[in-house]
């Protein structure tokens, strides 16, 4: 079993910058394949990041590549999102999720999730 918690949301200007921090339960967090999500009002959770187990391979949804960076401490068994230039359509829950194994593009496909964390990015 897996525990996930957010933090580091808040409310930020457009063009400032978040980090969020993800904080995972358990052993092995390393053999788990880490994504952050995101859900605004109205809207379907789309994907924003993932991240491999050992931290080599990551993947970005077009609509961050560039701006976003995803980055995991397994020591810490913390996954990160750095966030810069942001907009204020990227208002959203984001959430954190966990799948053992390989990363994937598909939310249903991840077992655990945290609580998400609202960011709010005024225009």
């Known amino acids: 079993q897996v525990q996930l918690v957010e933090s580091g949301g808040g409310l930020v200007q457009a063009g400032g910058s978040l980090r969020l921090s993800c904080v995972a339960s358990?052993?092995?967090?390393?053999?788990?394949?880490m994504a952050w999500f995101r859900q605004a009002p109205g809207k379907e959770r789309e994907l924003v990041a993932t991240?491999?187990?050992?931290?080599?391979?990551?993947y970005y949804a077009d609509s961050v590549k560039g701006r976003f960076t995803i980055s995991r401490d397994n020591a810490k068994k913390t996954v990160y999102l750095q966030m810069n230039s942001l907009k204020a359509e990227e208002t959203a829950n984001y959430y954190c999720?966990?799948?053992?194994?390989?990363?994937?593009?598909?939310?249903?496909?991840?077992?655990?999730w945290g609580q998400g964390t609202q960011v709010t990015v005024s225009s």
């Open positions: 999720a966990a799948r053992w194994g390989d990363p994937l593009y598909t939310d249903t496909l991840y077992n655990y």
């Open positions: 991240i491999s187990g050992l931290g080599g391979s990551t």
């Open positions: 358990g052993r092995t967090f390393s053999t788990y394949g």
